[in-house]
């Protein structure tokens, strides 16, 4: 009995040291459960945070390439998110003290890679592109982020170290529990079973997670290089938009100008710096205090709070203003017609103005000829009706006058009376038929005659004529110049304009007579109203004398002009000349500069049955690479040649006076060869400029041009017999040519005599000067 209640308490003490090992077990069972658990939740939190970094980073990073809102709005909503993810892993891991001192230092370097996540979103939204580059420099941002993945790496290495311990011990007392109830206590055997299988499903949940984690790490990185892949197509189609907008803004004949609220200028285009003379190492109020600006009158002052500029900036809007703007940098007069609009804010405030500037120059000056023929043309009508009409009156009056002198005969006042109305009206009847002429309907007697007989014995006539202080030569075409014209009209013409250029030269000088086989092309005739293309016979008439002004060249062939004094001329000579010219289908040009001389140039029509027979087709003009530099006064002359020139492939460099391309000279720009007008104002011409250069370097190669004939200039002593001349106006071609044959030098004399071969029936044909 005795050991049976032993056997029964040992039984019994057998059975509750059991039942108390399994109670025992059972609970530290569940205890490392619970610690697996919370190991998977912290690996869990851990993951969900990198999470957050990543889209964080890759939010500001996207703001910073394109500036969309739709990262800075994704950015605010995932940084909110941090601190949270941060709190709730602080919680899990409350009870580790070495952990939580791992994720105290993680979180500073959480808050401050969130905050420089930030300052990157603040520069790029402030366009502050010191800042951005600063910041990008200290590289802070990468190192921050390299710190917080260490130190998560190590975390989590940390916490799966633990679960590794957590779920062996697990494993440990699952099998304790399942020997204990297989020495006889099914209750344990179900324990033990269900801590395995708990286990078990643990374990699995613990790779399931590690497997979506890395699936989500995949997934990740994917969507940051298609976002990234995104942003460089985004960047490439930005950047091709601005290269095209770049490149049709630089290509515009009009200039652009854009500024800012402060006058700064934030785009130009290369046509606005040509006009203005802005360039952007410039300020723009410097360069707008140094151009004088007109009304379109070109005389009223344009007030500097009424610039174009100015009023923009306060918000007016204007189209085609025009102005006239003279460069004393360049001596040059524009006549510009500008637009401008203010730009603004999208609260309706002015942040800067656009304008666009339109040169008119050559517009309006191709409008003042028309005029200026059209005027001719009207008071050529006006002068014929009148004269016609007054013709009429006074074949009554002399007439009349001839048979009153007959019967007044026997008396001596009355027959003077009438000889002196007789006189009167021969003088009447002369004026008529010189305003009959200007109005091309006097009445020619044209037949075929040789226009160089014509010259030679009126330049016999002129001798005794001027007198022996007026020095006459004449170079003619050496072939016969057969036109159909009224050759008494041509040598009256020739007389007039010699008399007239006696008239310019009080003090002596000399006069040349000149004739060549020129051919007028289409870009002479569409630069000269009235004017056909073809054959010509070109003679000129030039003198030292004084020249005329602008002013006074425009009006030279109206009837009755005149700047001699009160009866020292009728101004009627060149007003004949015109209308003959004219009547006799031909073309007149007046080449003059003040105090240098004048060239008139008569252009009479070749006969068709002596027209040359076509000639073959011309070659394409020579091209070349060197670089030349253009001196020449006239603006739209200047931009001519540059345009010509460049499309021959050459590079150009330019100056509008002798001396700023002397300035350029000393500076040492370096060019090929010097192409300079003879004659330009600011005290340096063009042989003066041409010395000095050679001076200063031996070699220079030089092409002189100008509006006067190549005769008339070595004639007149301005340029020597051996110098180079392209006289205006000239072709594209000749242009190509002369610019060859003066690059390749003076010794290549077979070039030199090929060139002048080839253009010696051209108009105003390149020439090497040698003349005896």
Not at 333 to 345: V, Y
Not at 630 to 649: M, R, T, Y
Request: proline residues 4%; charged residues 25%.
């Amino acid at each position: 009995m005795t050991y049976q209640r032993l056997a029964l308490g040992l039984g019994l003490g057998t059975l509750l040291a059991i039942g108390a090992a399994s109670t025992a077990l059972d609970i530290k069972s569940r205890h490392d459960a619970a610690w697996v658990n919370s190991s998977l939740d912290i690996l869990q939190k851990t993951s969900d945070l990198r999470l957050l970094l990543r889209e964080a980073e890759a939010a500001s990073r996207g703001y910073a390439l394109v500036g969309e809102d739709q990262f800075r709005t994704e950015f605010a909503d995932v940084s909110t998110k941090v601190p949270v993810a941060m709190a709730e892993l602080r919680r899990a891991v409350a009870d580790n003290p070495e952990t939580l001192k791992l994720l105290t230092e993680t979180e500073a370097l959480v808050a401050r890679r969130v905050e420089l996540a930030a300052e990157l979103i603040r520069l790029r939204a402030a366009s502050d592109r010191a800042g951005l580059e600063a910041l990008r420099s200290r590289a802070e941002g990468p190192a921050t982020m390299s710190e917080i993945t260490a130190h998560l790496d190590r975390f989590v290495a940390d916490q799966r170290e633990l679960l590794t311990q957590r779920s062996m011990t697990s494993k440990a007392t699952g099998s304790l529990l399942l020997t204990i109830d297989l020495c006889g206590l099914a209750l344990l055997l179900i324990i033990a079973f269900y801590l395995i299988r708990r286990t078990y499903l643990h374990d699995r949940a613990l790779r399931a997670s590690l497997v979506r984690s890395e699936a989500e790490a995949i997934s990740l990185a994917e969507k940051a290089e298609q976002q990234h892949l995104d942003l460089i197509a985004a960047h490439e189609k930005l950047r091709h938009s601005a290269e095209i907008l770049q490149n049709t803004f630089n290509s515009m004949a009009e200039g652009v100008l854009v500024i800012d609220a402060a006058d700064t200028v934030v785009f130009s285009n290369p046509a606005v710096e040509h006009l203005l003379g802005y360039s952007p190492e410039k300020n723009l109020a410097d360069v707008r205090a140094r151009l004088r600006v007109y009304e379109s009158d070109g005389v009223t002052p344009v007030a500097a709070h009424d610039l174009p500029t100015p009023r923009a900036l306060r918000g007016e809007s204007f189209d085609r203003r025009e102005l006239i703007v003279y460069r004393p940098d360049r001596d040059e007069t524009l006549r510009l017609m500008i637009s401008g609009r203010p730009l603004r804010d999208a609260a309706g405030g002015i942040t800067g103005a656009a304008m666009v500037y339109h040169d008119i120059t050559t517009a309006h000056e191709t409008e003042r000829l028309l005029q200026q023929a059209q005027k001719l043309d009207a008071i050529g009508k006006l002068t014929g009706g009148v004269a016609h009409d007054f013709n009429n009156m006074l074949t009554i009056i002399t007439g009349t006058i001839e048979t009153l002198a007959d019967e007044v005969k026997d008396r001596p006042a009355a027959a003077a009376t009438a000889a002196l109305i007789g006189q009167a009206a021969d003088r009447c009847t002369e004026l008529i038929r010189h305003l009959l002429a200007f109005a091309r309907k006097q009445p020619l007697h044209p037949r075929d005659s040789d226009v160089n007989s014509t010259i030679l014995d009126i330049a016999k006539l002129l001798r005794p004529t001027l007198g022996e202080q007026i020095e006459i030569n004449s170079i003619l075409e050496d072939e016969t110049l057969i036109t159909h014209i009224d050759s008494a009209q041509l040598a009256n013409s020739l007389v007039n304009m010699a008399i007239n250029a006696r008239d310019a030269m009080p003090n002596g000088g000399k006069l040349l007579l000149e004739s060549r086989r020129v051919v007028l092309d289409e870009a002479y005739a569409s630069a000269n109203a009235g004017v056909t293309p073809g054959p010509y016979v070109m003679v000129a008439v030039s003198d030292t004398g004084t020249g005329m002004l602008p002013e006074v060249r425009d009006r030279a062939f109206e009837p009755f002009f005149t700047t001699k004094e009160a009866g020292k001329g009728s101004g009627l000579g060149l007003s004949m000349v015109y209308g003959f010219v004219k009547q006799s289908g031909g073309h007149i040009k007046i080449y003059s500069e003040e105090g240098r001389g004048t060239t008139i140039r008569l252009y009479i029509p070749v006969p068709k049955g002596q027209a040359a027979s076509p000639a073959p087709p011309e070659p394409p003009p020579p091209r070349g690479e060197e670089t030349i530099f253009i001196v020449e006064d006239d603006p739209l002359v200047q931009d001519f040649v540059v345009s010509q020139l460049q499309s021959l492939g050459y590079k150009t460099i330019t100056a509008s006076t002798g001396v700023e391309a002397l300035a350029k000279i000393d500076s040492g720009q370096s060019f090929d060869l010097l192409f300079t007008d003879v004659i330009m104002p600011g005290g340096v011409n063009g042989k003066e400029l041409a010395e000095e250069a050679l001076r200063q370097r031996p070699g220079t190669k030089v092409l002189y041009t100008s509006g006067y004939t190549d005769n008339a200039m070595v004639e007149h002593g301005r340029l020597d017999q051996a110098a180079l001349l392209l006289t205006k106006p000239y072709r594209k071609s000749e242009l190509a040519k002369m610019v060859r044959l003066a690059l390749a030098g003076p010794a290549d004399d077979t070039l030199a005599d090929d060139a002048l071969a080839e253009n010696a029936f051209s108009e105003d044909a390149p020439t090497r000067a040698h003349f005896s």
